[in-house]
Structure formats: structure tokens, C-alpha cells
């Protein structure tokens, strides 16, 4: 145990410094969705992309770092479409024998979640959307951040009232941790037996504070109910929110009708970075290597799979 939790604290992230990423093939889209191609990535020390570099293109003279990608593919970091962190993390510990018949201690949640932290980033994801946070949950990305461990950009949407108030009051908290965790949204559950003055009352308490809405339909008739009550709720708030619909692969609406009421439908299956961005209110920040953009990017090997994971900047994994 002591040897994980040293290993733990080597990972701390070291000083941003302006650097560049040099011999790169480099892809990622612009703000119009358009294909950009380079070899160079210019990182200011906020972390942010400063500029794209082509062949012949000259960078400045001063540097604190200068990389050589080897001829690697650079890419924008994966962002996760949507699922509940914790109980994920939670499922692949290993409990030592002693603690099995004792409820889950705050250093099992934490080791858990660096656990997933390290299997997200090894699959290329640099930021992921977290469902359903409970105030245990954010106490355990909040633990992480002070301790310099929290390596995943994590967007995160309350898991009722009490947490999203107690957490981030009246309104979305700021960006954490030199943008690693943020509390903006809220989880609204929607099954059967059907409440209707209770989801739509949750979407509007939600909506009223600025927080983003996601509906987590499940069971029969839930989609269709979910989509009912953002309908009946977005006529008095427009249709600009980015109403946030969970759904399984095969059960989304129609586009039409969910474009009528300014509704995402989003699956399980990973998007475009730029859309993914887009549906979590978080496209100024991440979702392409545009100046100005988090420098956010995984480096592929021959194969196409991930080499190095960065995040803000800061090399965040290796593969071995």
C-alpha cells in the first residue's frame, strides 16, 4: 500500500513552461469543422495551444522544451461521451481481505479512481463526462486535486438537488485545478412509475441556477418520456439550452424533433472531440489543437494506438 501511495504522489504534475511539440504528423479540425494538418505544437506556459507550425514554418528561438514526435501521429485527446466514474472505478478494485465486510473507505475510493484515471488515459481520453456525482464522488476528485493527481479533465453533472447545491450553490463552480474538474450540470434520473411534477420541476430548478440538464432515461417508455417533459420545459427556457439526453445506442429520437426543442441525444459510443466538447458546454476549452485550445493531444504509435497522453500541456502517461 505504501508503494502505491508513493508511486501516487511521483505522477504530481510538474511546472507548465513554453515548449514545443516538433516532428509531428499532426491532425485536428477548426472551429468550422475543417481538416488542419501540421507538423509543429506550439504550448504556452497556460498550458493552451499557441499556434500550429507546418514544414518551413520557423518557431521562436526561446524555448523551455523543444520535443521531437519521431514522425508520430498527433491527435486531440478523446473525450468520454458520458458514465458514472466512481462506480466504474469501484468495480474493478481489489479490496484487501480485512476490509471486506466494512464499508468502502475514503482510500479504496481514491485508489480506485487513480486506478481508472490510468486506464482512461491509456485508451487516449483526456477528459471524460461524469454522471450522477455524488458529493463522495467529488470528495474524491477534490482530494485528488489537492494531492496534484488528478490527471483527467472531469465535467461533471450533480446527482440531485443537495449535491448541486452544497457543492456549487447557485451557479456552476469555475474551473478547478488549472481546468481539471468542474461542476456545471445536472442529473436528472427519469424510469418508471413516471413522475411528471417531479422531472420537469428538477429540469427547471436546474435551468433557472445555469446549470446544463441531463435526462438519464431507463426502462420502458423512459426515452420518450424524457424527451416530453425537456419539450414541455424548453418552451418557456428556448431551445439554446444544450438539453442533454442520454441514450442507448439503437433508441434515439428523431433528429427533427429533438432539433425542434435544441436537444442532444448522446450514446454511449465515443463522438468527435468537437462535438463531444460542444455537448458539455466545453468547446472554448477542448475538442481540437486550435491557438487557444487546451493542449490537449495523444501521440499514436505505428499501430494507432496511444504512445503519450497530454493534458494542459503537461505529459500526463506513457505507454510502457
Do not use: C
Amino acid at each position: 500500500m505504501k508503494r502505491l501511495l508513493l508511486a501516487l504522489a511521483l505522477l504530481t504534475t510538474p511546472a507548465l513552461a513554453d515548449g514545443l511539440i516538433d516532428n509531428a504528423a499532426g491532425q485536428t479540425l477548426d472551429a468550422k469543422g475543417k481538416p488542419v494538418t501540421f507538423t509543429g505544437l506550439l504550448i504556452g506556459s497556460d498550458g493552451r495551444v499557441t499556434r500550429l507550425l507546418d514544414k518551413g514554418d520557423k518557431p521562436p528561438k526561446k524555448l523551455d522544451y523543444r520535443l521531437d514526435a519521431k514522425g508520430r501521429a498527433l491527435i486531440p485527446g478523446r473525450i468520454a461521451p458520458g458514465q458514472r466514474l466512481m462506480q466504474a472505478a469501484i468495480a474493478t478494485l481489489a479490496r484487501e481481505p480485512q476490509m471486506q465486510s466494512h464499508p468502502l473507505q475514503p482510500y479504496e475510493r481514491d485508489l480506485a479512481f487513480a486506478g481508472l484515471q490510468k486506464h482512461l488515459l491509456s485508451e487516449g481520453f483526456t477528459t471524460v463526462v461524469d454522471l450522477d456525482t455524488s458529493i463522495i464522488d467529488w470528495e474524491v476528485y477534490r482530494r485528488a486535486g489537492d494531492a496534484g493527481r488528478l490527471r483527467v479533465r472531469i465535467l461533471s453533472y450533480a446527482a440531485g438537488l443537495d449535491t448541486m447545491t452544497t457543492v456549487a450553490g447557485n451557479q456552476p463552480t469555475l474551473w478547478l485545478y488549472d481546468g481539471r474538474l468542474r461542476m456545471a450540470g445536472l442529473a436528472v434520473p427519469d424510469s418508471p412509475p413516471f413522475e411528471d411534477a417531479r422531472t420537469r420541476n428538477l429540469i427547471s430548478r436546474g435551468t433557472m441556477d445555469g446549470f446544463q440538464v441531463v435526462l438519464l432515461p431507463d426502462g420502458a417508455g423512459a426515452t420518450e418520456h424524457a424527451l416530453a417533459a425537456i419539450e414541455e420545459v424548453a418552451s418557456s427556457y428556448g431551445t439554446d439550452r444544450r438539453w442533454r439526453l442520454q441514450v442507448g445506442a439503437t433508441t434515439a429520437p428523431d433528429p427533427a424533433r429533438l432539433a425542434r426543442s435544441g436537444t442532444l441525444a448522446i450514446s454511449d459510443t465515443p463522438q468527435d472531440p468537437r462535438d463531444a466538447a460542444y455537448a458539455a458546454y466545453a468547446e472554448t476549452r477542448v475538442g481540437t489543437l486550435t491557438p487557444g485550445m487546451a493542449a490537449d493531444f495523444v501521440m499514436l504509435d505505428a499501430k494507432g494506438q496511444p504512445a503519450e497522453v497530454w493534458i494542459g500541456g503537461v505529459r500526463a502517461w506513457v505507454a510502457k
